[in-house]
């Protein structure tokens, strides 16, 4: 059973940090580039970042570049974002992806609420 489980969101300050994690199983995690998207009620989906299958080539959105670090432990199974300098506007529910070959897999989701 294909699973992908987000975790590590929660309510941080403006300027604050938070590492989010997201647990693969069920397929082969090395033959995927992975990612993460967020959706926030006003703005939709919108993509954050994607790291390559071997971890070697990423890119972030306009929004995200210098304040986010996206990685993966191919050995783990593991994809993290690392999210700093955290806006009000960050605010979102953060979806992490997998993309192979043929199929594309989604986990369920973690909320970041950036708010005094």
């Known amino acids: 059973q294909v699973q992908l489980v987000e975790s590590g969101g929660g309510l941080v300050q403006p300027g604050g940090s938070v590492r989010l994690s997201c647990a693969a199983s069920?397929?082969?995690?090395?033959?995927?580039?992975m990612g993460w998207v967020r959706q926030t009620p006003g703005k939709g989906l919108e993509w954050v970042s994607d790291?390559?299958?071997?971890?070697?080539?990423?890119t972030y959105a306009d929004a995200v570049r210098g304040r986010f670090t996206i990685s993966r432990d191919n050995a783990k199974d593991f994809l993290s974002l690392q999210m700093n300098s955290l806006k009000p506007e960050d605010t979102a529910v953060y979806y992490c992806?997998?993309?192979?070959?043929?199929?594309?897999?989604w986990g369920k989701g973690t909320q970041v609420t950036v708010s005094s």
């Open positions: 790291i390559n299958n071997g971890g070697t080539r990423t």
């Open positions: 069920g397929f082969f995690f090395r033959n995927f580039a």
């Open positions: 992806k997998g993309v192979g070959p043929r199929f594309a897999y």
